[in-house]
């Protein structure tokens, strides 16, 4: 069984910069892949950012060139680093972690975050 816990939401202004951070513990032995997704007033949850254990990753267009994600493989740990944050940047942020849970490779799960909230607002 598998948690994944989020930190680093919370109150910023416009132009401000925020990094979020998601630990993903329990019985994965091999993670593929770790991402955030988002959800605003309204509108649906939509991908941000994902990132390979590899290193391969890909973003949105409305977040390109201000936010960078990372990770560390032995930490099981992704990081979304959000600059010059906008008004519409506002949502609920979930983390998303995907891999196998046996050697073999055979069982492949998809886990989500409880969500952390971002508000950008003056």
């Known amino acids: 069984q598998v948690q994944l816990v989020e930190s680093g939401g919370g109150l910023v202004q416009p132009g401000g910069s925020l990094r979020l951070s998601c630990t993903a513990s329990g019985r994965f032995i091999n993670i593929n892949s770790m991402g955030w997704y988002r959800q605003a007033p309204g509108k649906e949850r939509a991908l941000v950012a994902r990132i390979t254990s590899g290193g391969t990753s890909n973003y949105a267009d409305s977040v390109k060139g201000r936010f960078t994600i990372s990770r560390d493989n032995a930490k099981n740990t992704v990081y979304l680093q959000m600059n010059s944050l906008k008004p519409d940047d506002t949502a609920v942020y979930y983390c998303?972690?995907?891999?196998?849970?046996?050697?073999?490779?055979?069982?492949?799960?998809?886990?989500w975050g409880k969500g952390t909230l971002v508000t950008v607002s003056s």
């Open positions: 998303h972690a995907e891999g196998y849970i046996d050697p073999e490779r055979t069982i492949d799960v998809d886990y």
